[in-house]
């Protein structure tokens, strides 16, 4: 069962890059989904930054770039898949 752990708040078209404010922590490696009204997709996270500096993990209340293979919108969740 997949959790939502934020959702985004920015999207940049020609880097591929989500903005999202978290509500749980969130690490690279972690199997992430996107889902809104249009979207739906899942990936793991490869590349994650804080101001513009590559962080490993992000904490709750955190607000992260996340780089994304597909186009996202504002609003959309974003849910932490289960690993088994």
């Known amino acids: 069962m997949a959790k939502k752990i934020g959702e985004v ?3 940049y078209n020609r ?3 989500a903005v ?3 509500e749980q922590e969130l690490k690279l490696g972690d199997q992430i989904m996107v ?3 249009t979207t739906e997709f899942g990936q793991v996270v490869n ?3 804080l101001n513009h500096r ?3 993990e992000a904490e709750p209340g955190m ?3 996340v780089k994304v293979m597909e186009r996202v919108r504002a609003g959309d969740e974003v849910f932490l898949e289960d690993a088994a």
């Open 54 to 56: 590559l962080i490993q």
């Open 9 to 11: 708040t920015h999207y």
């Open 35 to 37: 889902l809104g009204r």
């Open 20 to 22: 999202l404010q978290l």
């Open 15 to 17: 880097i591929g890059v």
């Open 47 to 49: 590349s994650m930054e």
């Open 63 to 65: 607000e992260v770039a």
